[in-house]
């Protein structure tokens, strides 16, 4: 797209007058919760939802879409600065991404503070197998998530190549958010522009999940791993966003560790504009981006 669309524009400036001052002045993690959770979309009736109970806790679900036969399986891991969403909360990406080709599954993960690091990250280690039940070794998972989530995926694909296990054939990484010492220039050089965050919001939702652990630790900020053998990954930020430099930097980071990586910066979009896509040709344009190079690395055959 080669300028900006007057939507995203739009959004960027409702959220910057409501939900950023809303979750600036949020008093404990149900507010929290209430604000990062709503529900975004409509689900059309051509989408196939089932549950996907988890062995340990909780219920996550399965998406396909009856009109557009699924090509690939493809794990999302949804973000809400580790304390907050849900599969419901983020269905209006999963929904498009299963028009796109996938069948999606929606992990719905432990959260802080009543699951600090690494509780959340262990979890979707084991839901990583369940989703990878039943396909072939030709026929690798994929993995897909936004903001906390995007990072959660970076973390998991290291705990999985230090476990020597089977790696998805790639990622798609949504306004990761990849270092939790948030020393990141972007952080205070966007503070103002970001549509959504500002530095207090992102050490609440940061000090929440490490519960006092180490935030340099690689585990905690993926960014500063050796990326050494990772799959191919897409990561797609706003030019406004406080996040911006942990989606540079992760860029760099795989640019000196081998790993192929497909960076694409676009302005005006709030924070994870994929959630807009009711209104926001951006975010139609980005999914389709992410879905033609998601399958772009796999063999495309049928689920």
């Known amino acids: 797209m080669s ?5 995203a524009r739009a959004i ?24 990062m959770g709503r529900h975004m979309s409509r689900t059309p009736r051509e989408m ?9 806790g909780g219920q996550g679900e399965r998406l396909r879409c009856l009109r ?33 080709g996938f069948e999606v599954w929606v992990p719905d993960y432990r959260l802080a ?6 509780q959340g990250l262990e979890q979707l280690v084991a839901l990583y197998g369940e989703a990878s039940h039943g396909l072939s070794a030709d026929q690798p998972l994929l993995l897909a998530g936004d903001s906390a989530g995007g990072g959660l995926v970076l973390s998991l694909m290291l705990m999985l190549k ?3 296990r089977a790696l998805p054939a790639a990622g798609a990484l949504l306004s990761p958010l990849s270092d939790l010492t948030l020393s ?11 549509a959504m965050f500002s530095r207090a919001p992102l050490e609440r939702g940061v000090a929440l999940y490490l519960g006092g652990q180490d935030a340099r630790l690689p585990l905690a900020s993926p960014v500063r791993a050796k990326l050494h053998g990772l799959p191919p990954l897409i990561i797609h930020v706003g030019k406004n966003e406080t996040l911006l430099d942990d989606a540079v930097a992760l860029s760099e980071a795989c640019q000196r560790d081998g790993v192929k990586a497909q960076l694409r910066i676009w302005p005006a979009v709030p924070h994870v504009w994929q ?22 690395h796999t063999l495309n055959s049928p689920v």
Request: proline content about 9%.
């Open 275 to 296: 959630l807009f896509g009711r209104y926001i040709p951006e975010a139609r344009q980005s999914l389709r981006e992410v879905a033609a190079f998601l399958h772009q």
């Open 113 to 118: 503070p009543e699951h600090p690091f690494p």
């Open 68 to 100: 557009t036969p699924p090509r690939a399986r493809l794990m999302y891991v949804h973000g809400g600065g580790f304390v907050a969403g849900s599969p419901l909360s983020h269905r209006s990406i999963t929904v498009a991404l299963a028009r796109l």
């Open 184 to 194: 990141g220039h972007s952080i205070e050089a966007n503070a103002r522009r970001c």
């Open 3 to 7: 300028s900006p669309s007057w939507q």
């Open 162 to 164: 230090d476990q020597g």
């Open 48 to 56: 196939e939802i089932a549950p996907w109970p988890h062995a340990g």
């Open 12 to 35: 960027s400036l409702a959220l910057r007058l409501t939900f950023k001052r809303q979750l600036a002045a949020a008093q404990g993690i149900d507010q929290v919760r209430q604000l």
